[in-house]
Each structure stands twice: as structure tokens, then as C-alpha cells.
């Protein structure tokens, strides 16, 4: 199975300051469609995780332009460019190249 | 507007049986594969098992492989979990998701329900 990591496993942060978590995975998420099957959840307090970026960079519908995800290969990044405090919670990554598809622990934002 | 609704948690004894369902509306149920994760108490999040859009390919995480079994009724809109054989660390909130389609993510969640396994 692809075990996912994630760092910080804590993350205060200012609100108008940038924010960047860092995942990596056991092998490569790098399909040979030339996508990487990587996605980054956030869970806001008392609601379901609802989808922020797929294949490593691409915002889902709805998301706002301050978050971004970059990366490839075995090393990924989520940043915030400006944190709202609409923004904590605990943010995920997840990998889907292959089946059993797996969580990384999760980084729990919040505010300073 | 898509909406996914479960049912079926409850308390349940070591080694019981649980049937989890989904109700999907709000949009075309039977081209979309879906899934469902799990979260124990306090803690991450747990990818349980996912099913294709007509149910021929299933595929499971490897702590539920062989006492949960997931399926779906496409003339009904719901997606099922039948969970077998339950242990004290199945305890969790259930999820079930929308996948988008083209390894695009899990779009849409459900709020989840409550399984607790306790004697």
C-alpha cells in the first residue's frame, strides 16, 4: 500500500499570511497519463471534507484562487496564499494511482 | 441540488452485522462511481471501499477487505455497505462520496453516520 505523510501535523497561521503544507508519498503518484493521481481535502470543524485540489494542482469548482497545490512525483505542496479564517481545519491529501486509495494523517490549520 | 443522505449507524456488538445505505438525489446516480470513507473518533480519515457507476468493479480498503461488501441499487439511487464480523476499531462516522469522474476527487460528501461497535 502507498503510505502518505504529511508535515506540519500542526499549523498555526495569521490570518493575510501565506500557509503551505507539505505531503509526501511511499512511491510515485505520477500516472502515465502524465497526471498525479493526488488530492487535497480540508474538513472544517463539524462538517464532512469537501475537495479542494485534484491531480495534484487543479482547483475543484468553487475554490478559491489563494489555494494552489503543486508538486509531482513523490512530493506535494498545498499553499494558501492569504489565510482567511474561513480556512482552518485539518487539510488531507489523498492518493488514488491506486487501490487501497489512502489518507495522509492530516494537518490541522488554526489561527494564531 | 446533489445531495447523498446515509442511514443505518447505530450501536451493534462485537462480531454483529450493519447495513449502511445512501440516498443520492440531485443528480445522475448511476454514471457516477462512488465511495465511502471513514473516521474514527478524533481521528483521520479512512478510505473504506469504492464502487464503479453499474457495479461491476469493486475494490476495498485492506482492513474491511473480506467482512464488508459494498454494492448499489441504480433503480434506486442508494449505495449500500453491508459490514460483517464488526470490531471495536470499526467504530467511526461513515461517508459515503460522489466520485467526479476522471480521477477529478471525491466532489460531494455526504454528513455521515455513526457506527459505534461496543457490548
Known amino acids: 500500500d502507498i503510505v502518505m505523510t504529511q508535515s506540519p501535523l500542526s499549523l498555526p497561521v495569521t490570518p493575510g499570511e501565506p500557509a503551505s503544507i507539505s505531503c509526501r508519498s511511499s512511491q510515485s503518484l505520477l500516472h502515465s497519463s502524465g497526471y498525479n493521481y493526488l488530492d487535497w481535502y480540508l474538513q472544517k470543524p463539524g462538517q464532512s471534507p469537501q475537495l479542494l485540489i485534484y491531480v495534484g494542482s487543479n482547483r475543484a469548482p468553487g475554490v478559491p484562487d489563494r489555494f494552489s497545490g503543486s508538486g509531482s512525483g513523490t512530493d506535494f505542496t498545498l499553499k494558501i496564499s492569504r489565510v482567511e479564517a474561513e480556512d482552518v481545519g485539518i487539510y488531507y491529501c489523498m492518493q488514488t494511482l491506486q487501490t487501497p486509495f489512502t489518507f495522509g494523517p492530516g494537518t490541522k490549520v488554526d489561527i494564531k | 441540488q446533489e445531495q447523498l443522505v446515509e442511514s443505518g449507524g447505530g450501536v451493534v456488538q462485537p462480531g454483529r452485522s450493519l447495513r449502511l445505505s445512501c440516498a443520492a438525489s440531485?443528480?445522475?446516480?448511476?454514471?457516477?462511481?462512488m465511495h465511502w470513507i471513514r473516521q474514527a473518533p478524533g481521528k483521520g480519515l479512512e478510505w473504506v471501499a469504492v464502487i464503479s457507476y453499474d457495479g461491476s468493479k469493486k475494490y476495498y480498503g485492506d482492513s474491511v477487505k473480506g467482512r464488508f461488501t459494498i454494492s448499489r441499487d441504480n433503480s434506486k439511487n442508494t449505495l449500500n455497505l453491508q459490514m460483517n464480523s464488526l470490531r471495536a476499531e470499526d467504530t467511526a462516522v461513515y461517508y459515503c462520496?460522489?466520485?467526479?469522474?476522471?480521477?477529478?476527487?471525491?466532489?460531494?460528501w455526504g454528513q455521515g453516520t455513526l457506527v459505534t461497535v461496543s457490548s
Open positions: 462520496a460522489k466520485d467526479r469522474g476522471d480521477n477529478s476527487g471525491m466532489g460531494y
Open positions: 440531485g443528480f445522475p446516480f448511476r454514471s457516477y462511481d
